[in-house]
T-cell receptor, first 113, second 115 residues
């Protein structure tokens, strides 16, 4: 089984709808992250969490919110989806150690019409 | 702030050719450096990393050396295969300067290997 899983893998929604993307991990890592990937732009950090009680904004948090329900679960919500949030979304985890690698889920492809 | 610049793609090579993908960075403090690879339709996989100056990361025939004096982390492979076709991302992670704890990515280089 994969260490980092994301659901759904693909989602089509309409402008103004609220949607939630979910991430689960079995690696036992405290730190979790949400990124979005746009063609030709690499990945950009949306939110990150050091543990269940510590959540921080990344570079592009506007229009998004997150919830860390447990060490293993980190959800990303779009309260009112808009077309420019159409992108590929990745969840990642890492250990706390300085310089630790991040491990990515398979991604959720979101299309907002 | 932190930034990563990598060569634009696509890069098209013949099988068994030598590969170099350039990556340079700007960062506060002492970053760790990474190369990730993304195969079509998949997530990112860690290819290699280096955590301090002069370290060499290596994996699956790929290598990259952390050069602090030139702020570079170029990816090399001596003989590429068709199965190496993918998008390669250079990234850094630095806690210094009060920035966010996340990876800063380059825009990615699409590598195409022709038989």
């Amino acid at each position: 089984d994969a260490d980092v899983t994301q659901t759904p893998r693909n989602r089509i929604t309409k402008t103004g709808k609220r949607i939630m993307l979910e991430c689960s991990q079995t690696k036992g890592h405290d730190r979790m992250y949400w990124y979005r990937q746009d063609p030709g732009l690499g990945l950009q950090l949306i939110y990150y969490s050091f543990d269940v009680k510590d959540i921080n904004k990344g570079e592009i948090s506007d229009g998004y919110s997150v919830s860390r329900q447990a060490q293993a679960k980190f959800s990303l919500s779009l309260e009112s989806a808009i077309p420019n949030q159409t992108a590929l979304y990745f969840c990642a985890t890492s250990e706390t150690t300085s310089g630790a690698s991040q491990y990515f889920g398979p991604g959720t492809r979101l299309l907002v019409l | 702030g932190n930034s990563v610049t990598q060569m634009e793609g696509p890069v098209t090579l013949s099988e068994e050719a030598f590969l170099t993908i350039n990556c340079t960075y700007t960062a506060t403090g002492y970053p760790s450096l990474f190369w990730y690879v993304q195969y079509p339709g998949e997530g990112l996989q860690l290819l290699l990393k280096a955590t301090k100056a002069d370290d060499k990361g290596s994996n699956k025939g790929f290598e990259a050396t952390y050069r602090k004096e030139t702020t570079s982390f170029h990816l090399e492979k001596g003989s590429v295969q068709v199965s190496d076709s993918a998008v390669y991302f250079c990234a850094l992670r630095s806690y210094s300067g009060g920035g966010a704890d996340g990876l800063t990515f380059g825009k990615g280089t699409h590598l195409i290997i022709q038989p």
